[in-house]
């Protein structure tokens, strides 16, 4: 295999590895953050609630995530822009660019998924340990 190129586009690979690890920290890290609640709230919280955090997760785990992002990036970024005075406003930088959707819809993945792991989890704790937690 002739590796001439490599030299040629060295930077360019680099810039996109630092890309992707970012993008990886954010959304695993809100991510989880929210999963945490959603696996909560199946087990523990108010039924309608958990019904919603069900819906979640179960609409986030079965469609696919290529048209999460481009619901989330075609439908959002298209909404945006017609609003009243969204274009002078300070978010606007970041509304127009591609990365914050990116954010968005690999977060909601990753929630989704980790949700039902999380939900999971704390069905799985034994009741009389989730009483001598709550006595405490």
Sequence with gaps: M??????????????????TLELLVICATLG?????PLGLVQVTGPKWLGRIAL???????????????????????????????IRES??????????????????FSVAGYSGEVMRGAFAGVPKGELEAARAM
């Design 2 to 19: 002739v590796w001439d190129w490599l030299p040629v586009y060295f930077e360019q690979l680099m810039g996109g590895l630092w890309l």
């Design 32 to 36: 989880f953050l929210l999963a945490i």
């Design 55 to 85: 819906a979640f997760c179960t609409v986030i785990r079965g469609t696919p995530l290529l048209i999460q992002l481009w619901l989330i990036y075609y439908g959002l970024g298209s909404i945006f822009p017609s609003i009243p005075g």
């Design 90 to 107: 300070i978010l606007w930088p970041y509304l127009r660019a591609a990365f914050p959707y990116a954010i968005v819809a690999f977060t």
